[in-house]
Structures are given as C-alpha cells and as structure tokens.
C-alpha cells in the first residue's frame, strides 16, 4: 500500500509513503492532494535518446517531423506543429477529433495536461497516416 503525501503540508515519512512535491503552479493537483484524490504520475523518468532516435526511426515516412527538448522530455513537430512528444518514454501524439473512436489508448504525459494518446504500433507507415491526421486537424488551431 502506497500512501501519497503532499510534501509540502506533511512530514509524514513512513515506509510505505510516497512524499509529493506540489509546485505552486500547480495549483489542481494541491487541491486534489488536499481533498484525498491521490494519483500517481511519473516514475521520475525522464525521457532518454535512445527512446528519442528509435521513435524518429518510426517516423521516418513523415517529412518535416523535428523536436525540441524541454524538461527532460521531447516535444515533436511537423512542419512547426506540435503534433505529439515523447513522455516518460512513451511516445503520445495528441488527441483530435479524426482519432475519436480510435484503438489507441489514453494517457496522461503530465498533471493537469490533457489526454493524449499512445502510439504502440512499430509500423511507419501507420504511424504516418497517424500523425498526418492529427497535423491535418491541427492546421486550423496554430
């Protein structure tokens, strides 16, 4: 049994709790730690480049695709739109409305991000057709 605690409100330090540190520009997540809705996000990985040079591998089929490192993560872009990111190692692309109803699973990259959406599939063409539709719904929104 894992008990969370809000780092900066208790010092609580069992063996069976997680200390979290709540950012004050995180004020959701202090507020769903104060009311007893606790979460688990992050095993404190970050993302590594290996896992970076393997997902543009996958994305080779995509033309314009470029990324920006941003604390400790991979955002990625094509053609200067952010259209996914690599996560904890988990690369997510994000939710838009061509990809309602789709198989592929939620996932939250951060706290108080939106869902977006794991790419599981190893196959670089589905992935392009992935990622073109969600730059595609995206064009309007930039």
Do not use: C
């Not at 520009?25 to 040079?53: C, H, I, T």
């Not at 997510?92 to 309602?100: D, P, R, V």
């Not at 057709?129 to 930039?142: A, F, M, P, R």
């Amino acid at each position: 049994m894992v008990k969370l605690v809000d780092a900066l409100d208790s010092k609580s330090s069992g063996s069976d709790t997680v200390s979290v540190q709540v950012r004050p520009w995180a004020p959701k997540l202090r507020k769903s730690l104060q009311y007893g809705e606790f979460f688990v996000y992050n095993s404190g990985m970050a993302s590594n480049k290996d896992y970076l040079v393997y997902v543009l591998e996958l994305l080779r089929e995509v033309s314009g695709v470029s990324y920006k490192y941003m604390m400790s993560e991979f955002i990625l872009y094509k053609n200067g739109i952010i259209f996914g990111g690599i996560y904890d190692n988990r690369f997510l692309i994000k939710k838009t409305k061509s990809l309602e109803g789709s198989e592929l699973k939620e996932q939250i990259p951060y706290p108080t991000a939106k869902p977006m959406l794991l790419v599981d599939s190893e196959d670089p063409d589905e992935i392009k057709e992935l990622v073109l539709q969600v730059v595609n719904d995206l064009k309007g929104h930039k």
